[in-house]
């Protein structure tokens, strides 16, 4: 499941995603909107009807999780992911979504972050908003939070040298906050990058309207990274080691945010 940056469209994420699919991997992108705009429950619902709708289309259930995003959407996936999954990000109190089978959703086994916004107010955003983002004022990470429900799940972050919008200190300096609170993290650093380029299959000026490249050395060590995380075969290679293929089924979809308002 993959978020949108904060404002942004899903269809930014249209590359990275249809690459990673053509993996064998199932794929859900979502658009993430603003802070000041969600809805009570907006990402969580959306995060496990994506799940279940990727059931639905033949992943098998018994396949590992992984929940990511760029921007701000990375700390909403981490924000989803650690966190009690029962209780609202938003107002900290009982959440049910009101879907089938959402009580037998798995615990997340990959959390995701691109470009992440983990602490918003080092980052080139609005202060001041209401809701999630007032709620976690100093940061997103999962050690500014008193509840981490899935304290063991392994982060994989990548960030730009060149990010204008979040500094790349301010991800160093999470890695550094997931690993204390013991999470393994793998973090991938590219040089000279801005907040998306290369990693996401874009333009490296970050131009929306310019042709995806899917063949960008980011993006395809991103992709890597995680097929071997989510793969079976992974335990059997060893620390470090690739595995040699995803499993999973090649289809890719799309789902608007759930609203439950």
Do not use: K
């Amino acid at each position: 499941v993959l978020f949108s940056g904060w404002g942004s469209s899903r269809s930014v994420l249209d590359p990275f995603a249809r690459t990673l699919a053509a993996e064998g991997v199932v794929v859900a992108t979502v658009d993430s909107g603003a802070p000041d705009e969600i809805l009570e429950g907006e990402y969580e619902c959306s995060q496990r009807l994506a799940v279940l709708s990727a059931w639905d289309s033949g992943a098998d259930p018994a396949a590992p999780v992984a929940v990511g995003g760029h921007s701000m959407g990375a700390g909403l996936a981490l924000m989803a992911s650690v966190f009690d999954p029962f209780i609202s990000l938003t107002t900290g109190g009982p959440l049910d979504c009101g879907l089938e089978s959402e009580d037998a959703l798995p615990p997340v086994d990959l959390v995701i972050g691109l470009g992440g916004a983990w602490a918003p107010a080092e980052c080139d955003m609005l202060p001041g908003v209401e809701g999630l983002t007032a709620m976690v004022a100093d940061g997103f990470p999962a050690y500014v939070h008193p509840y981490d429900g899935n304290p063991s799940v392994p982060i994989l972050m990548a960030h730009g040298t060149a990010d204008g919008a979040c500094p790349i200190e301010a991800t160093r300096a999470a890695a550094e906050a997931f690993e204390a609170d013991g999470h393994p993290v793998e973090l991938l650093v590219f040089e000279g990058q801005g907040h998306s380029g290369g990693m996401l299959f874009l333009d490296p000026g970050d131009d929306p309207d310019a042709p995806a490249d899917t063949d960008a050395a980011e993006g395809r060590e991103v992709v890597a990274a995680i097929v071997r995380d989510l793969s079976p075969a992974e335990s059997e290679a060893g620390p470090g080691e690739a595995a040699s293929a995803a499993t999973g089924v090649d289809i890719i979809t799309d789902l608007e945010a759930t609203d439950v308002g």
